[in-house]
């Protein structure tokens, strides 16, 4: 049962010898088999870019609700999941939660093979602004191709963390599903609603995710007694979380922790989640050869379609959608 979030400093995984590699491997091994959370230190991300992407997410948000409500996420041409999510829209609190968000992935054409021949849905182009200059570069040429590198790194911890080569996971992680969001949190009321947070409490639906928070306090960790566990800011870390998908692969050993978000510093709370998963036509099921199987192999794709279909507002007014 755990009472705080461990820190691990990746610098000597980033530059060390194999002997460093395995040391700091075991060291998340560890976190994710009895936390399912832990802060990475050292990544090798510069906290002048992560500022940058913080002062775009404020330009971005500080917008008119009409200029926003132009790259809606319900009306994305596209429907792959991208581009604006207004405050209420996505339900992992009964009544909705208290966020705005702004989520894209990885630029793809409208007409790549995969989406078109085979169907892969979320897969395609971004939605984005045609009005603020820079924004795409930063958060997009610059942050998401970083956090992706990193993304790599990470798999590469855990297939060692495993027993497995470091490079296991990276057949199926070639055109890899990854999301990042930028997230504004409003401050919460005094008296709190539970079925209105900042964001319900959850369990995240792919790999393992990599979180930047602003400066303000809010997410929460539910440990096995029930209790909420603060995991407060720390700087130039990320918190690392494992996801469903990576539970399911791991056949248990891996925890995707439940969490949520009520931001109480009473000012604006910002944050930037990576959501870090496979390719599309991935399955995922059991690693372990030696275990019953407490999972059914899932395609990648399908899986998180079905995920973002229940958390959804928009996906939820219209159940003849292609999504
Ligand atoms: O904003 C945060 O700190 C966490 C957000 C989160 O849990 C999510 O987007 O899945
Ligand atoms: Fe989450």
Known sequence: MFTHIPLIDFGPFLNGTDEDRQKVSSEIGDACRNVGFFYLLNHGVSSSLIERVYEQAERFFSQSIEEKMKLYIGSCPYGNNRGYTPMLEQKLSLKGDLKEGFDFAMELPADDKDRIERGAS???????????EGFRECIYDECYLSMVSLGHRVLEAFALSLNLPPNYFKSMCQKPMVTMRLLYYPPQPIIIDEDQLGCGAH??????????????SGLQVRNNKGEWINAKPIPNTFVVNIG???????????KSTIHRVINTSGTSRYSIPVFFGPDYFAEVKC???DQIAKYEPVIVGEYLTQRFYDTYHYRQKDSTSSM
């Open 287 to 289: 690693l372990m050869t």
């Open 203 to 216: 369990t995240d639906y792919e790999c393992f995710t990599l979180l930047s928070q602003s400066n303000q």
């Open 122 to 132: 979320l897969y395609g182009p971004n939605l984005w602004p045609d009005n603020l």
């Open 244 to 254: 469903d998908l990576m539970q399911r692969w791991t056949n248990d050993q891996f």
